[in-house]
């Protein structure tokens, strides 16, 4: 079964230096573990959500903005693929993200099939 682990930041948080180091050096044995493993299909980091651009419709026109500010938002994530939700969080627990105030990870289960699909 895959998994989006959703890596978030509270949007206040600023991080010590030590902790972004932390944060980067947890984040590459992670990699390592899960990539050995056979088990890390992808990962990415998103840029700033300020930067982010939202379409939508609006009484039936579409309406281009700049992304609303969030109290939360989402910075990265990985893409695994795993037996099921247990060892999804066994490597969720393994990045520092869950041992860092203002940060956290959302384990999420990828649908397969269609998109309006409710089965995984």
Do not use: N, W
């Not at 695994?80 to 969720?92: K, T």
Request: glycine letters at 6%; aromatic letters at 4%; one cysteine or more.
């Amino acid at each position: 079964m895959k998994y989006l682990l959703v890596l978030q930041v509270d949007a206040g948080v600023q991080l010590t230096t030590e902790q972004r180091e932390e944060v980067h050096a947890g984040r590459s044995e992670f990699e390592r573990i899960a990539s050995e493993a056979g088990e890390l299909v992808g990962t990415q980091a998103l840029a700033d959500p300020s930067r982010s651009t939202v379409i939508r419709s609006r009484r039936g026109r579409q309406e281009v903005s700049a992304a609303p500010v969030r109290e939360e938002y989402l910075s990265a994530y990985y893409l695994v693929a795993v037996d099921d939700l247990d060892r999804a969080l066994e490597l969720a627990a393994l990045l520092p993200d869950v041992r860092i105030d203002g940060l956290a990870v959302e384990i999420r289960p990828i649908m397969c099939g269609a998109i309006a699909s409710d089965s995984a």
